[in-house]
């Protein structure tokens, strides 16, 4: 951890207090505090969480063997947002300070930890049209959209973890319209640098094109429900979301479009056009929810190649995937949920086998998702590997 970094950050929230008019401290889980100008022509609420997790793991074939167990500070996080100037130009920045925030250095980051999560301005130019500009999440698949602190189980699944496009730095166009008094439709473009988050060193590839539209029949959900895990509101009406996504990275040179390993070969990168589909819809009423998630990804051609012609061993993560989620509230504090997860390699590019994994959750939460504990336990079928078996106990804490 670059502890200089952190004493910049905190020497600025410090300088903010001092400069400030009005200094006030929030609702628990709502911020720190809030900070605005002397003539009101900024915001700025600043909050912190953490995620504490651990995990055991044992090879399950044959009896319980090999175990495995580690506890780590999975998400350590600052959080800081408002507008500028006037509320119709918002930002948000987030920095994460955890080992598993940051990720690895690299040549194409200037050898610097990846500190930044989101640095983004969003400006509502008109009417319902607002205009996003900075490195914040693609308009990809439901559940890498829902904040990491606000899901149903301990983490997201496999498809996210196998098939998201997560963070890339560029610009997106958000739209919404109503077709009727409760039927809602959301529009989102985005064109991006498309090789991930922080890059700071040259773009290799094309660039990254993504469009999502959602469709809502039955209205909004309660407090932007559709992107939080559970239905703590426990809607008195049914709510349905229904969303679409297309991604086309052109010349992509990682092997999961703008995520996974770079594709090395004798003359620097290969590169080729990958293309990423989901599909996503999230229900919800009186304390049900159900979340339902399909992705595919393809690649003009999946093959890494040198320059004579030869496979340099890599390939594109070429496949689909499927996950179906749900839940039922228990008590106002209590809920047990599920999950299924199958993974289809193209077996012909990547060689692997199919994945399908089991998952029984159960949470606490003390205050919504803002103060919580989650446990599940996972069944992970491997074909041709040896089937494991996981289990996980996390607490979340936001301020």
Partial sequence: MNYKSILITLSMVAFLSV?????NAPKFGKG???????????????????????TSQWDSD??????????????????FGGYAFTPKLQYKLELGLSNRDIGKASAFTNEAPKYILDAVVKWNF?????????????PGNRERVISSGNLQQVDRSLLNSRFNIDRDMGMQLRHKFKLSDTFIVKEAFSIAQGEGRNITTGNLGGHQYTARVELYPF???????????SDLKFEEKPKLAVGFSYDFNNDAVKNRSNQGSYMTNDTGFYSTNISTLFIDAMYKHKGFSFMAEYANRDAEDPFAKNSDGSLTGDEVQVGNALNLQTGYMLSKTVELSGRYTNIEWDKTVTGKGAE??????????????KLKVQTDLSYLD????????????????HF
């Fill in 382 to 397: 491997l074909t041709g590997k040896t089937n494991q078996l996981l289990y996980r106990l996390q607490v979340d804490i």
């Fill in 19 to 23: 400069n400030a008019q009005e200094t």
């Fill in 62 to 79: 044959g009896g319980l063997t090999n175990p495995e167990s580690n506890m780590l500070v999975r998400r350590a996080r600052l959080k």
């Fill in 356 to 369: 399908n994994q089991y998952t029984l959750g159960l949470s606490k939460y003390i205050v919504g998702h």
């Fill in 32 to 54: 720190l505090f809030n900070l605005v100008g002397k003539d009101s022509s900024f915001t700025m609420n600043i909050g912190a969480r953490m995620q504490f997790l651990g």
């Fill in 219 to 229: 209205g909004n959900f309660a407090s932007k429900g559709d992107y939080k895990g």
């Fill in 126 to 138: 008109s009417g319902n049209w607002v205009l996003w500009f900075g490195q914040t999440k693609l």
